[in-house]
């Protein structure tokens, strides 16, 4: 896929959901939820942090097997919603 509005060291990702919009935003920014669903089946998501506002951080821990742990974090720089 060629994404020429993203910019260089961003990740664009587009998926449609028969859903509200107001329960997908919950699942992508409410951290119980968001450990729920996140990473494939046997993952163990661990949200240590989800500060979801211009400038705020978001950490992530998943662990699977054979793979062991891989960490996660990012800066908000928009919002959406």
Same mark, same amino acid.
Request: with cysteine.
């Given at each position: 896929?060629?994404? $020429?509005?993203?910019?260089? *060291? %961003?990740?664009?990702? &587009? +998926?449609?959901?028969?859903? #509200?919009?107001?329960?997908? /935003? %919950?699942? /992508?920014?409410? #951290?119980? *939820?968001?450990?729920? /669903?996140?990473?494939?089946? @046997? ?11 211009? @400038? @705020?951080? +978001?950490?992530? $821990?998943?662990?699977?097997? #054979? ?6 974090? @990012?800066?908000? $720089?928009? &919002?959406?919603?």
């Amino acid at each position: 896929m060629t994404d $020429s509005t993203a910019a260089p *060291h %961003q990740v664009r990702i &587009e +998926r449609t959901f028969n859903a #509200p919009h107001a329960l997908i /935003w %919950q699942m /992508w920014t409410d #951290p119980r *939820h968001f450990e729920r /669903w996140y990473g494939p089946t @046997g993952a163990t998501v661990v949200v240590a942090k989800m500060d979801l506002v211009v @400038g @705020g951080a +978001r950490h992530i $821990s998943m662990a699977t097997r #054979p793979c062991g742990r891989v960490c996660s974090r @990012g800066l908000a $720089s928009d &919002e959406v919603g």
